[in-house]
T-cell receptor
Framework: EAGVTQSPTHLIKTRGQQATLRCSPISGHTSVYWYQQALGLGLQFLLW???????NRGNFPPRFSGRQFPNYSSELNVNALELEDSALYLC??????????????FGDGTRLSIL | RKEVEQDPGPFNVPEGATVAFNCTYSNSASQSFFWYRQDCRKEPKLLMSVYSSGNEDGRFTAQLNRASQYISLLIRDSKLSDSATYLC????????????FGKGTRLHILP
């Protein structure tokens, strides 16, 4: 069974540009989560999509946005990139069973570097 | 009080020893709890879910204490390969669907 796949592996941008990160969940999973892991800050929750709808978002500015497609894959878009956006962006997927969140399985991440 | 709190460590433990660490959470309505392991520059990997009755998987035991609002992870007969950062995850599906990761506890197993 294929795991969560993310692309690209590395992305280099300059300040002010826009970045698009992609994620394909494990087959059968309807929920996709995005996290930012910056050095020294731990894993910060960004966005949660389920069945095409945004379920929740973390404490990030509106220039962080995303969407989930009918096939449950997802995009994370970051506009007006700033230096502090440099981080590893992790995508995870899970199912939802009986109202209880199932464990999340993570992709390898996209390392975004802002020059 | 932070929503999910872990001792960042590092815990330096000799090989073969038993080590335990806790994770406290602030929302008493939290329902799902997990332990993840993250190796340096790698993505987190699920170690185990934490059930109300406690659960064991080989050398690893996870427990939930709802009264005191913490979960624990016990590692017996520690191996060098157990060196990693251990993250706890707390979720409450009923209250604004928050998923919160602790910042992790670093564990170094010493030969």
């Amino acid at each position: 069974e294929a795991g969560v796949t993310q692309s690209p592996t590395h992305l280099i941008k300059t300040r002010g540009q826009q970045a698009t990160l992609r994620c394909s969940p494990i087959s059968g999973h309807t929920s996709v989560y995005w996290y930012q892991q910056a050095l020294g800050l731990g894993l910060q929750f960004l966005l949660w999509y389920d069945e095409g709808e945004e379920r929740n978002r973390g404490n990030f500015p509106p220039r962080f946005s995303g969407r989930q497609f009918p096939n449950y894959s997802s995009e994370l878009n970051v506009n007006a990139l700033e230096l502090e956006d440099s981080a590893l962006y992790l995508c995870a997927s899970s199912g939802i069973g009986q109202g209880i969140l199932e464990p999340q399985h993570f992709g390898d991440g996209t390392r975004l570097s802002i020059l | 009080r932070k929503e999910v709190e872990q001792d960042p460590g590092p815990f330096n433990v000799p090989e073969g020893a038993t080590v335990a660490f806790n994770c406290t959470y602030s929302n008493s309505a939290s329902q799902s709890f997990f332990w993840y392991r993250q190796d340096c520059r790698k993505e987190p990997k699920l170690l185990m879910s934490v059930y109300s009755s406690g659960n064991e998987d080989g050398r690893f035991t996870a427990q939930l204490n709802r009264a005191s609002q913490y979960i624990s992870l016990l590692i017996r007969d520690s191996k060098l390969s157990d060196s990693a950062t251990y993250l706890c995850v707390v979720n409450d599906m009923n209250r604004d669907d928050k998923i919160i990761f602790g910042k992790g506890t670093r564990l170094h197993i010493l030969p």
